[in-house]
């Protein structure tokens, strides 16, 4: 199959994992890279290949197909009607904009000229999500009637060497981490109905402890603990909490309750839930004496075991950032669905603004979109692979 051409827009931490992992799938290919720095480009363009150039000249490239927008989230809307309006298809960081307004701009374009929008986070692709998809899908805990979902930890001025930008309007905890956990809660049980949220702020100022940045004050302007309901369309109620403000907890990341057992998401790293690709799963019926960890080698038994319905694919238990964007290249090859979408990155936007909304007004928030519960990763593997 013809690769599809990848412009990437944006050079920053995360784009040398998306760099790391294209050039390992075979239907991908990174030609023309950009950032306002023009050094950071040249630096990846001579370490991963493709040319580096500006946004412009990379806009204006008719040999890019999909633009990758790894820009920070408040240029997200800017860059993808950029790439829109110059007929390119577009697969943006998460989350898809920072407004909701933002965010239909985008799809309302993207339908206009038909072309395609895809966003992060695609880690609901990986072993953990998928295998737990499957097993709900499979009946193997029965109906599912609750789920929970927690991230909390303490703030990222202890560790993180630039921490500013996790205290400023579309980030704090719901904007920054609560993509990959409501992500991963509609691909496990489709889309919300209607959500009821409380938020606080806890300090409305942060110190910086961490390196090189140590000693600088933060002015907060964003809620730093976030918790809430939300009510699915099919019946299922999840509890959630994003918080920067809790130092430990034994909380699970993510739990799917089920009328005859419990799937679990589950590692003592508070920030090793749906937000990355490898970690552990765990399983467990009314019938069982204890839980069970899932394999990801995925083992044939002569015994029927919840692990023998799940397919190969599951094996991405590791870093596969530009997963989605792999899927995003076989449909516009192909034709047909792909998983991470943009109406899934717009109900999910929708979702966080869902709690803030409702805290703010003291109601629950009915939701507006609406979106196809992402298909289970079954594809053909022949379609596209990380085999180069």
């Known amino acids: 199959m013809k690769t599809v051409k990848v412009g990437v827009v944006g050079c920053g931490d995360i784009s040398t994992i998306y760099f790391t992992n294209i050039a390992k799938f075979d239907n991908i290919e990174v030609v023309a890279i950009a950032d306002l720095m023009m050094e950071r480009a040249q630096e990846k363009a001579g370490k ?21 927008n790894l820009t920070i989230p408040a240029a997200h809307h800017e860059v993808d009607m950029q790439a829109l309006n110059a007929g390119k298809h577009v697969y943006s960081e998460k989350p898809l904009a920072i407004t909701m307004e933002d965010g239909k701009e985008i799809l309302d374009l993207a339908k206009k000229k038909g072309l395609l929008v895809g966003c992060a986070p695609d880690t609901f692709l990986g072993a953990r999500p998928q295998t737990m998809r499957k097993m709900i899908d499979d009946g193997w805990i ?18 993180h060497p630039s921490p500013e930008f996790y205290y400023k309007t579309g980030a704090g905890p719901m904007f920054d981490m609560g993509p990959y956990y409501m992500t991963a809660l509609v691909a496990l049980l489709g889309p919300a109905k209607r959500i009821s949220g409380a938020a606080s702020m806890t300090y409305k100022q942060r110190l910086i402890t961490s ?20 009510e699915f369309a099919n019946g299922v109620i999840a509890s959630t909490i ?55 080698d995925l083992p044939r038994k002569e015994e029927a ?27 516009i090859r192909n034709g047909g669905d792909f998983r991470a979408n943009g109406d899934v990155a717009y109900h999910v936007l929708e979702m966080m603004h869902a709690f803030i909304k409702s805290a703010e007004s003291g109601k629950y928030y009915d939701m507006q979109s609406i979106c196809k519960m992402p ?14």
């Open 242 to 296: 994003m918080s920067f403000d809790i130092w430990d907890s034994n909380l699970p990341r993510l739990e799917i309750y089920g009328t005859e057992g419990t799937v679990s998401m589950t590692d003592p790293d508070p920030l090793a839930g749906p937000d990355i690709f490898h970690g552990e799963t765990k399983f467990r019926r009314a019938s069982d004496s204890d839980w069970t960890e899932l394999p990801y």
């Open 211 to 230: 390196q090189p940045l140590a000693g600088k004050v933060i002015d907060v302007e964003v809620p730093t603990t976030v918790s809430g309901t939300i």
């Open 305 to 331: 075991t919840p692990w023998d319905t799940i397919p190969s694919i599951y094996n991405y238990n590791f870093n596969s950032r530009g997963l989605g964007l792999a899927d995003m290249a076989r449909a």
């Open 142 to 159: 029965g109906k599912p009637i609750a789920a929970t979902a927690f991230m909390v930890c303490y703030g990222h001025e202890i560790w």
């Open 48 to 68: 991963f290949g493709g040319k580096a150039m500006s946004v412009a000249e990379l806009m204006a490239n008719p040999e890019v197909e999909v633009v990758l």
């Open 375 to 388: 298909d289970v990763m079954e594809m053909n593997m022949t379609e596209f692979s990380m085999g180069k």
